[in-house]
Structure formats: structure tokens, C-alpha cells
């Protein structure tokens, strides 16, 4: 159960590390939004406008945003491309149009915020910056991916565990009135040719979990170096492993 509630742990922690590590600065070249090993870099010069909340939240925010729940995907009569990057409801927010995208922000002093915007966009930008989203590391990079973007992603790891509490939950169903000695194997004949206890079966769900676990961090690493039909092709495989094994443990306790 404590391997199966690993992705919960680790959605928990992240949304968590998010709402934990927000936080916004402005220097003479750009707004920028920091939270969980990402930065998110908005060139003064690209803000088309910015609106000071009462703005209707349409959206709900769902369970899987907990802890931050104000850190997800908008929606706002007018506007499009709303991006959550807040504390605080939209209703209370500021809200920063680049054209391209809207983004929520909930600084704790908002006219202290739009002033000092104000005054670093007069004095105009030291260096030029482009817009971009920058990872510090590996792991924001993916997690976001299969937070945000990757529906793909999260369906076969989601199958993949599913999968190993199928098999685990089969067995466990099962045990208590299986026989102590097993067939495994039988010949040509029809004889049972290798005869192992009952036990031996959790070898099945044990290499369904390792299937997991192991696939499932190569595919992370995999997705880390922007190669995602590798990452999908090691979580799907794992997928057809257990596959397999819960068919042959299905088979083996008949």
C-alpha cells in the first residue's frame, strides 16, 4: 500500500514545495515568477495591460490542486490562456496580460507591487529578455510536464499502478484458500513436472512492482532529456508486464 500511495506522496509534496516556494520579483528587464525549481521570466516591455481583480473565477479548483489550490489553470469570462500563479481567488488577484498569456499573481501589497513595476519599466531595460519558462532541474521539468501537459503520461503511469494493486489485490483475495503446494509447471504428458508452495506466487506482483518503479524512473529520466515516446514506451511496457503476470497468476491459481 505505502508503494501504491507513492505518486499521491509525491503529487502532495510537489503541490506543496509550489505554494511553499512562490514568490514574484521585478528588476528593470522583468516580472519574474519563481515556485518549485521553475521560473517563469515576463519582459516588462511584453505586459499589454494588467487588471486588479473582481474578475469571476469560472473554473473550480479540483482536489488534485490541494495544498495550492490557487496554482492551476484559470478560466474568466474575455479571457484566455489564464494561468494561476497565486494565493489568494482570482477575485483578489492581479492579473498580468502579455498578449499571449494572462497570468494571476497574488503579491501581498498590490499597490506597492504596480508601483514598483511602474518604476522599473520607466527606467527602462539594462539587457534585453526574451519570454521563457526555466527549469533549475529535472525534476520540475517533468513533473510539470505530467502535471499540466501530459495526459499520456499520467494514464500509463496511472495504469502501471494501477496494475500492481490488481495484482497484489488478486493474490491477497485469493491466498487464504489456495493450497499450500502449487503446479507450476507440467510436461508433455500432462504430469506436474515442478510443484513450488503458494508463496512462490508473490514473485508475480513483486516483478509487476519492480516493472513499475523501474520503467517508471527510466521513463522520468527519459522525459527529462525531452524524448517522451521513449518515456512512453517504458511505462507502457510496464503496463504489458502486469498485463502478463496477471494473467499467468490468474492462470496458475485455477
Same mark, same amino acid.
Given at each position: +500500500?505505502?508503494?501504491?500511495?507513492?505518486?499521491?506522496?509525491?503529487?502532495?509534496?510537489?503541490?506543496?514545495?509550489?505554494?511553499? *516556494?512562490?514568490?514574484?520579483?521585478?528588476?528593470?528587464?522583468?516580472?519574474?515568477? @519563481?515556485?518549485?525549481?521553475?521560473?517563469?521570466? &515576463?519582459?516588462?516591455?511584453?505586459?499589454?495591460?494588467?487588471?486588479?481583480?473582481?474578475?469571476?473565477? /469560472? @473554473?473550480? =479548483?479540483?482536489?488534485?490542486? !490541494?495544498?495550492?489550490?490557487?496554482?492551476?489553470?484559470?478560466?474568466?469570462?474575455?479571457? %484566455?490562456? %489564464?494561468?494561476? /500563479?497565486? *494565493?489568494?481567488?482570482? =477575485?483578489?488577484?492581479?492579473?498580468?496580460? *502579455?498578449?499571449?498569456?494572462?497570468?494571476?499573481?497574488?503579491?501581498?501589497?498590490?499597490?506597492?507591487?504596480?508601483?514598483?513595476?511602474?518604476?522599473?519599466?520607466? /527606467?527602462?531595460?539594462?539587457?534585453?529578455?526574451?519570454?521563457?519558462?526555466?527549469?533549475?532541474?529535472?525534476?520540475?521539468?517533468?513533473?510539470?510536464?505530467?502535471?499540466?501537459?501530459?495526459?499520456?503520461?499520467?494514464?500509463?503511469?496511472?495504469?502501471?499502478? +494501477?496494475?500492481?494493486?490488481?495484482?497484489?489485490?488478486?493474490?491477497?483475495?485469493?491466498?487464504?484458500?489456495?493450497? =499450500?503446494?502449487? &503446479?507450476?509447471?507440467?510436461?508433455?504428458?500432462?504430469?506436474?513436472?515442478?510443484?513450488?508452495?503458494? @508463496?512462490?506466487?508473490?514473485? /508475480?506482483?513483486?516483478?509487476?512492482? #519492480? *516493472?513499475?518503479?523501474?520503467?517508471? %524512473? !527510466?521513463?522520468?529520466? #527519459?522525459?527529462?532529456?525531452?524524448?517522451?515516446?521513449?518515456?512512453?514506451?517504458?511505462?507502457?511496457?510496464?503496463?504489458?508486464?502486469?498485463?502478463?503476470?496477471?494473467?499467468?497468476?490468474?492462470?496458475?491459481?485455477?
Amino acid at each position: +500500500l505505502f508503494c501504491l500511495s507513492l505518486p499521491l506522496l509525491a503529487h502532495l509534496a510537489y503541490r506543496t514545495w509550489s505554494i511553499f *516556494t512562490l514568490e514574484y520579483w521585478v528588476d528593470r528587464n522583468a516580472l519574474t515568477i @519563481s515556485w518549485a525549481g521553475i521560473r517563469q521570466i &515576463v519582459p516588462l516591455h511584453t505586459i499589454k495591460r494588467i487588471i486588479d481583480g473582481e474578475v469571476q473565477d /469560472l @473554473s473550480h =479548483s479540483r482536489w488534485s490542486h !490541494w495544498p495550492a489550490s490557487h496554482m492551476r489553470v484559470g478560466r474568466a469570462m474575455g479571457l %484566455l490562456n %489564464l494561468q494561476m /500563479l497565486a *494565493t489568494q481567488p482570482l =477575485s483578489a488577484c492581479l492579473l498580468i496580460d *502579455t498578449g499571449n498569456e494572462i497570468l494571476a499573481l497574488s503579491p501581498e501589497h498590490k499597490e506597492d507591487f504596480l508601483d514598483v513595476i511602474q518604476e522599473r519599466f520607466e /527606467l527602462g531595460p539594462a539587457i534585453s529578455v526574451r519570454p521563457a519558462r526555466e527549469y533549475t532541474g529535472a525534476l520540475p521539468r517533468v513533473w510539470w510536464m505530467l502535471n499540466n501537459q501530459d495526459t499520456v503520461g499520467k494514464l500509463l503511469m496511472f495504469a502501471g499502478g +494501477l496494475g500492481v494493486f490488481a495484482l497484489f489485490g488478486l493474490l491477497m483475495i485469493r491466498f487464504p484458500n489456495l493450497p =499450500s503446494d502449487l &503446479v507450476m509447471r507440467y510436461n508433455a504428458d500432462g504430469s506436474p513436472e515442478v510443484i513450488r508452495s503458494k @508463496s512462490a506466487l508473490f514473485l /508475480l506482483p513483486l516483478m509487476g512492482l #519492480m *516493472t513499475w518503479v523501474v520503467n517508471g %524512473l !527510466w521513463g522520468v529520466w #527519459m522525459a527529462a532529456r525531452k524524448q517522451p515516446i521513449g518515456a512512453y514506451l517504458l511505462w507502457g511496457g510496464a503496463v504489458v508486464v502486469q498485463l502478463f503476470a496477471l494473467l499467468a497468476l490468474a492462470g496458475l491459481m485455477i
